[in-house]
């Protein structure tokens, strides 16, 4: 059981990533660390409404994940 968590983490986790890398840079942060944001509210809309809600379905995944390896 143990082993089947461990090797399902490190999938969720190596896909986590993928998702993460595929946001694009232009929201966040970006504003205040010299990226040029010139919309005051942007909308996402389309395939980047999948990839940020799929980034947080897969994280809320990976960390009940962990939870369950802690304890398993």
Do not use: C, D, P, W
């Not at 968590?5 to 010299?34: R, Y």
């Amino acid at each position: 059981m143990s082993k089947a968590l461990a090797i399902t983490q490190i999938i969720s986790a190596v896909i986590l990533i993928g998702l993460v890398l595929l946001q694009t840079k232009s929201g966040g942060l970006s504003n205040v660390f010299g990226g040029s944001g010139t919309e005051i509210y942007q909308t996402k809309r389309g395939l980047e409404k999948l990839i940020f809600i799929a980034t947080i379905v897969l994280s809320i995944i990976f960390f009940g994940i962990a939870l369950a390896n802690l304890f398993f």
